[in-house]
């Protein structure tokens, strides 16, 4: 068993998962988070596993993951918008808030360090230390980097790491419930919709409102479309109205004449349904989709977590879960072993298994985002016959996931 210091990089749900599962197991920890802002504002929808409300329980930390927007359904919208398969499968789409909360408050406020930006690390045989943007240097014992999908530990201990673009971008609209027309309502707050034209894939669903309000009338409804987009359009929808590119356009500087074109799209593409309440989204953000699978996530007293180990795609829609049962076994690891290298080595091909799975999973179910699909000419009958099955495989994948988390906690 071996306990200390560890310093860990990025205080989201990884960062916080981290935190918990080392302290339950005797550690000292320090939470340094680049970010000065609470984060809780700035999350959406999150699908629920019971293996997340698992970890849960095994903290001591009570968010009930039953708690949200309850989805019986499945539906498939076919290529005349009619939807036409409904499939029981039930889901609950909670808030991102409603776990960051709980654990972001059940950490002691002097181990958790806002404005605190890691810029590099330094480890020799007897321990490691963190060195921040405004010049602090923190010594510990361990470093566990959960600073995300653009981490900074990471290009530190693997050079070669940059996410590689997947080839489309997810566009998101977020619609108030009163704005949904009203004989649309019972449908669409009742499921998951897909609308899968050509070699795109919308998928839609309600979430809890604002300041997670689930009264009906107060809800929020969710669209995620991901399209293809090549690099030189993925270029120009970064650049801003004043004619600077940005690697991710900030969501206030998209500009107007790109929305406008995306929600003429939706008008020509997707069921009618799910296009009216796509045009009606105030703002629609986009994010070019990635994916990365380190081939090591444990460099002596290093360890990656979460989002900064590996980069999936979000079809698989597991990031929080992985990171959560990254975080117990890296605290398993280090009470089971004698040493933190030891343990670090057993972490290491304990969670790679895992994410590679997570990635490699989340690349198939994207390959249905086909730029030469959408441009093959299918008939309409191809056409509804392709997405059904997209649709059926999609319908199936949440239960794929339970079965992958069930026993690793
Ligand atoms: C604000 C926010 C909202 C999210 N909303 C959703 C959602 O609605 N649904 C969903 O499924 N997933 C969401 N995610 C992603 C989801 O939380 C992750 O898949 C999961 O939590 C695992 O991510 P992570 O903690 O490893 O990385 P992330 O959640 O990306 O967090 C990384 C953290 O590290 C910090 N950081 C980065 N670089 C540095 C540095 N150099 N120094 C210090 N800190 C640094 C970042 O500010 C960030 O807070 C969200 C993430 C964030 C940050």
């Known amino acids: 068993m071996t306990t200390g210091h560890a310093l860990i990089i990025g205080g989201s749900l990884g960062g916080l998962f981290a935190a918990h599962f080392l302290r339950a197991a005797g550690w000292r920890v320090d939470v340094f988070e680049r970010s ?11 699908g629920t596993h019971e293996a997340l ?3 849960l329980r095994r903290l001591g930390i009570g968010a009930d993951m039953e708690l949200g927007v309850h989805t019986p359904y499945y539906v498939w919208f076919d290529a005349g ?3 036409a398969l409904k499939l029981d499968r039930p889901r609950v789409m909670t808030a991102w808030a ?14 958790y360090h806002p404005a605190k930006t890691f810029v590099s690390a330094e480890q020799d045989a007897n321990g490691v230390t963190a060195i921040f943007a405004d010049g602090a240097r923190v010594r510990g ?33 977020l619609t108030p419930e009163a704005e ?8 669409l707050f009742t499921s998951n919709a897909f609308s899968i034209p050509g070699g795109e894939l919308a998928l839609a669903y309600p979430v809890p409102g604002r300041d997670g309000d689930l009264r009906e009338g107060r809800r929020d409804y969710n669209i995620v479309w991901y399209r293809p987009t090549d690099t030189a359009a993925l270029a120009d929808m970064n650049t801003d109205a004043a004619g600077r590119r940005h690697e991710q356009i900030p969501p206030p500087l998209i500009r107007p004449d790109v929305i406008a074109a995306v929600k003429a799209d939706a008008r020509a ?5 799910i296009a009216d309440v796509f045009v009606r989204a105030e703002r629609p953000i986009f994010q070019a989709i990635h994916d990365f699978a380190s081939p090591q996530i444990a460099f002596g007293r290093i360890a990656l977590l979460g989002d900064a180990a590996f980069v999936a795609r979000p079809h698989v829609g597991a990031g929080v879960t992985k990171a959560a049962l990254d975080a117990a076994c890296l605290a398993d690891a280090l009470a089971d072993n004698a040493s933190i290298v030891a343990a670090l080595a057993v972490y290491n091909d304990a969670r790679r298994r895992a994410g590679d799975w997570v990635v490699s999973r989340s690349r198939e179910f994207g390959a249905c985002v086909n730029a030469a699909v959408s441009r093959s000419g299918m008939s309409a009958e191809q056409e509804n016959e392709r997405s059904e099955r997209v649709f059926r495989e999609n319908a199936d994948l949440h239960i794929e996931v339970r079965e992958w988390a069930k026993d690793a906690v």
């Open 141 to 173: 014992d361990l470093l566990v980097a959960a600073d995300g999908p653009r981490s900074t530990v990471r290009p530190q201990m693997l050079p070669d790491s940059k996410p590689e673009y997947a080839g489309y971008v997810a566009w998101r609209g």
């Open 36 to 46: 000065s802002d609470d984060l809780a504002g700035r999350g959406a929808g999150l």
């Open 53 to 55: 409300a698992r970890v």
């Open 180 to 187: 949904v027309a009203a004989a649309e309502r019972k449908l």
């Open 98 to 111: 409603w776990l960051y909360r709980p654990l972001k408050d059940a950490l002691p406020a002097q181990y």
């Open 269 to 273: 593409l997707l069921a009618r349904s």
């Open 81 to 83: 918008g009619k939807p």
